[in-house]
T-cell receptor, first 113, second 114 residues
């Protein structure tokens, strides 16, 4: 069974640009959560999607958005990138919402210059 | 505001000895706690969890203890092995009260030396 796949693995963007990251959950998993990991703040919850609906959102500005498709794949978008958005973005999948023992992907390392 | 705190950024233990990783939390609504392990260039991997109705959960070499009155939990690894060297994250959830979001600590880097 394939694990959680995140693409791309690495990304360099310029301040002010926008970026889209992709996450394919484990087959059969319908819940996808996104986290931002930075050295200063650790892992912080961005949002969770289940059955194409955003179920919960963390304390991030509206520049951070996401969506989930009918096949459970999810994308997150960050608009008007800032230097402080440089981070490792992790996606986690679980069979259903409310199951906390999630499976994480390897992450997308975003660098904003 | 960091609701889950891991006050030791790093820990070094000899192979065969016990590793004790600590975690404190501030939100009394948290009712489920997890430990994740992360190797470099990999995503976190779920290790062990505990519900607030228990005070101990054991899985092989790994045991998690929960002290609700002190808002403290710890992960014990016995015996420690070099392959246990990784960053360990403590996480907590308030369940449906918070949409099942996980609140993570900043992690403790464990080094197990031969």
């Amino acid at each position: 069974k394939a694990g959680v796949t995140q693409t791309p693995r690495y990304l360099i963007k310029t301040r002010g640009q926008q970026v889209t990251l992709s996450c394919s959950p484990i087959s059969g998993h319908r819940s996808v959560s996104w986290y931002q990991q930075t050295p200063g703040q650790g892992l912080q919850f961005l949002f969770e999607y289940f059955s194409e609906t955003q179920r919960n959102k963390g304390n991030f500005p509206g520049r951070f958005s996401g969506r989930q498709f009918s096949n459970s794949r999810s994308e997150m978008n960050v608009s008007t990138l800032e230097l402080g958005d440089s981070a490792l973005y992790l996606c986690a999948s679980s069979p259903t919402t409310g199951q906390l023992e999630a499976f994480f992907g390897q992450g997308t390392r975003l660098t904003v210059v | 505001d960091q609701q889950v705190k891991q006050n030791s950024p790093s820990l070094s233990v000899q192979e065969g000895r016990i590793s004790i990783l600590n975690c404190d939390y501030t939100n009394s609504m948290f009712d489920y706690f997890l430990w994740y392990k992360k190797y470099p260039a990999e995503g976190p991997t779920f290790l062990i969890s505990i519900s607030s109705i228990k005070d101990k959960n054991e899985d092989g070499r790994f045991t998690v203890f929960l002290n609700k009155s002190a808002k403290h939990l710890s992960l014990h690894i016995v015996p420690s092995q070099p392959g246990d060297s990784a960053v360990y994250f403590c996480a907590a959830s308030a369940g449906s009260n918070s949409g099942y979001a996980l609140n993570f600590g900043k992690g403790t880097s464990l080094l197990v030396t031969p």
